[in-house]
C-alpha cells in the first residue's frame, strides 16, 4: 500500500543535541508537510513544501530546520535540541489539488 | 492572526448523537477540514467542506456556514470506536495549487456504554 512513513517512532535525547526526523512517502504526492502536536494544542505547522525546490516556514520554524533531498523524502531537524521541543512529531502528505493530508505514524521526540 | 474555537471535551452515550461545533477567523479561507485522532494514533481524514451545506458521509456529517465562520461535525449512531479526539482545520490557500492547514485545539469525545 501506498504510505507515508517515519523515522524514528521514538527518540530520547538530551539538550545541545542535533537530531534528524525523517519522512518518506509512496503515494507520488509532491506537498509534504512536518507538524507538532503538544497536549491541548492541536497540531501546528512547522515548514511545508509544495516540491522539491520550493520550502516554506510554517507557524513554528524557529529551532527547525529542514531539508527535501527528494519528491518522496522530506526530514527535519533540530540544530540543538531544548527541552520544549518535546512533542509529537507528524509528517503529512497530500496531491496537487486535494483535499485530505495523510499523516504518517508520528515520532515521538523527548528532549532531556 | 488565524484563531479556531471547538469544545475540549464532549461525553455521550452510545447511540447518541454528537455535534463539535467549530468557529474560526482567518483570512484567505478555502475551506474547513474535518480528521479524527485516536489515542496513539495519526490524524485520520474524516470530511472537507469547500461551500454551504452539509456533507454527509455515513453515520458523520460535517457542516459549513461561511458567512457565519462556522462549521460543525455531526456523530450519528455513537459507537465505542467513536472516542478519539476531532480536530477542525481551516484550508488556506498560500500558493496556487497549494493548500495549508491550521488546526484547533481539538475535541476530546468519550462514549460510554
Known amino acids: 500500500d501506498a504510505d507515508v512513513t517515519q523515522t524514528p517512532r521514538n527518540r530520547i535525547t538530551k539538550t545541545g543535541k542535533r537530531i534528524m526526523l525523517e519522512c518518506s512517502q509512496t503515494k507520488g504526492h509532491d506537498r509534504m508537510y512536518w507538524y507538532r502536536q503538544d497536549p491541548g494544542l492541536g497540531l501546528r505547522l512547522i515548514y511545508y513544501?509544495?516540491?522539491?525546490?520550493?520550502?516554506n516556514k510554517g507557524e513554528i520554524s524557529d529551532g527547525y530546520s529542514v531539508s527535501r533531498q527528494a519528491q518522496a523524502k522530506f526530514s527535519l531537524s533540530l540544530e540543538s535540541a531544548i527541552p520544549n521541543q518535546t512533542a509529537l512529531y507528524f509528517c503529512?502528505?497530500?496531491?496537487?489539488?486535494?483535499?485530505?493530508?495523510?499523516f504518517g505514524p508520528g515520532t515521538r521526540l523527548t528532549v532531556l | 492572526g488565524q484563531s479556531l474555537e471547538q469544545p475540549s471535551e464532549v461525553t455521550a452515550v452510545e447511540g447518541a448523537i454528537v455535534q463539535i461545533n467549530c468557529t474560526y477567523q482567518t483570512s484567505g479561507f478555502y475551506g474547513l477540514s474535518w480528521y479524527q485522532q485516536h489515542d496513539g494514533g495519526a490524524p485520520t481524514f474524516l470530511s472537507y467542506?469547500?461551500?454551504?451545506g452539509l456533507e454527509e458521509t455515513g453515520r458523520f456529517s460535517s457542516f459549513l456556514s461561511r458567512s457565519d465562520s462556522y462549521g460543525y461535525l455531526l456523530l450519528q449512531e455513537l459507537q465505542m470506536k467513536d472516542s478519539a479526539s476531532y480536530f477542525c482545520?481551516?484550508?488556506?490557500?498560500?500558493?496556487?495549487?497549494?493548500?495549508?492547514?491550521?488546526f484547533g485545539g481539538g475535541t476530546r469525545v468519550l462514549v460510554k456504554p
Open positions: 467542506n469547500a461551500l454551504d
Open positions: 503529512a502528505t497530500t496531491r496537487t489539488g486535494g483535499d485530505e493530508q495523510f
Open positions: 482545520a481551516v484550508r488556506r490557500e498560500i500558493k496556487a495549487a497549494g493548500n495549508k492547514l491550521t
Open positions: 513544501s509544495f516540491d522539491v525546490k520550493d520550502i
